[in-house]
Structures are given as C-alpha cells and as structure tokens.
C-alpha cells in the first residue's frame, strides 16, 4: 500500500531563509507525486506534481521539488522564503494506469516564517 | 485549468438533521470525483470515490449509510451527511482532475 512520510511536523524559517521541506513515500511503481499548500481554514492548492521525465520539477511561487527515485523521496525546496509562505503543507502520492487515482497524504509539515 | 467548485464553504446544522455538499468541475468533465475529510490539524484523509453514473466506492471504515455520494452527471458529485451528529463535524473536501489533481475550496461542517 502507498505511503507517505513527512517526519517535520513543523519548521520555522527566517524570512529570506532557504527552505526544504521533506517527503518519503513508499510504493511499489512509479509514483505519481504531489505538494500541496494550504492556509488555515482553506483548500488545497497545488504547487507542483511529478509523473516521469525530469526530476527537477519547477512549481508555482518559486517551489520546486527532486524525485529521487534510489531515496524514494520527493523534498520541496524554495530559495527564498516569504512571510506569505506561512502554511500548512502536504506531500501526496498516488498511481495507476489511470489519471483518476486516489491520493494519500502525509501528515502535513506546518510552516512558520519569521522575521 | 481545472477548476472544482464546492459549496457550501461553511455550514452549522442542528444534530440529526442531514447537510448535502456539493462539488462541480467547472471547465471540464470528471467521471471520477474523490471525497477526502481532514479533522482540525490532520492530514486529508480519503473517504470515498465518486463514479458518474454507478455506485461510489467507500474506503474501509466510512459508513455509506452516513454519507451518502450521487454523481448523476459528469460535473457534480454530491455528498450528504446523513443524520450528522457533533462527531461529523469536520472539513470535507473534494477533488477531481485530468492530470493535476484540483481540489476544491472545501466544506467546514458543524454539528451542533
């Protein structure tokens, strides 16, 4: 069964700070994978996904996530982080022959930022 | 892009009464829509699959008989709480998609 591992439950960063956000996932072909930001009381939103080819993936606001399939992971990374990056954030993955596949979450890592 | 739509965003309802939540795909079709809950401060957790025109596959634990899923058409999937009790209240979130996975803005039920 597929899982995944966000062993941050939160981290605070200073403004400006780089940022790296950790994910394992565990499943048995290649993965489809996801981040997701969300504020409080909010839905999700993507940043960015993986399903092949490069494993440097570009997302929206300046994310980017690597799949590194030997470390079955797929950590998210910002350069320079903004008090508006505050947040909660989730890894997910999910799979198939098909585009409609179930995902599973990780349990979140919650973001502070700092002046 | 694909956008999904659910409404109501907030609801209270009295316990015992039932609360139906709605989720669109505005700009394209989704035979396949997926009903995800998330308690205050956990993670998102998958409660059933939605298929336009067929029964709704649940996943272990979550009681069909509570919260009932309809999508009678390629653009709307409907999740009611069924006789909602205080335990019920939750966020209850929706998402379909053609490669990107969107999720809608999500419900916040209360039961009171």
């Known amino acids: 069964a597929q899982s995944v591992t966000q062993p941050d439950i939160h981290i605070t960063v200073s403004e400006g700070a780089s940022l790296e956000l950790r994910c394992n996932y565990s499943y048995g072909a290649t993965p489809y994978l996801f981040w997701y930001v969300q504020s409080p009381g909010q839905g999700l939103q993507l940043l960015l996904k993986?399903?092949?080819?490069?494993?440097l993936v570009q997302g929206i606001k300046g994310f980017e996530a690597e799949f590194k399939r030997s470390q079955s992971s797929f950590n998210l990374r910002k350069p320079s982080v903004h008090w508006s990056d505050a947040a909660e954030y989730f890894c997910?993955?999910?799979?198939?022959?098909?585009?409609?596949?179930?995902?599973?979450f990780g349990t979140g890592t919650r973001l502070l930022v700092s002046p | 892009g694909a956008v999904v739509s659910q409404h109501p965003s907030r609801v209270i309802c009295k316990s015992g009464t039932s609360v139906k939540i709605e989720c669109r795909s505005l700009?394209?079709?989704?035979?396949?829509m997926f009903w995800y809950r998330q308690f205050p401060k956990q993670s998102l957790m998958l409660m059933a699959t939605s298929n336009e025109g067929s029964k709704a596959t649940y996943e272990q634990g979550v009681e069909k008989d509570k919260f009932l899923i309809n999508h009678a058409s390629l653009t709307l999937s409907t999740l009611t709480v069924t006789s909602a009790h205080p335990e019920d209240s939750s966020f209850y979130i929706c998402?379909?998609?053609?490669?990107?996975?969107?999720f809608g803005s999500g419900t916040r039920l209360t039961v009171v």
């Open positions: 993986y399903f092949s080819g490069d494993t």
């Open positions: 700009d394209f079709q989704a035979t396949t």
């Open positions: 998402s379909a998609g053609i490669d990107g996975y969107t």
């Open positions: 997910a993955v999910g799979g198939g022959d098909t585009g409609f596949q179930k995902l599973v």
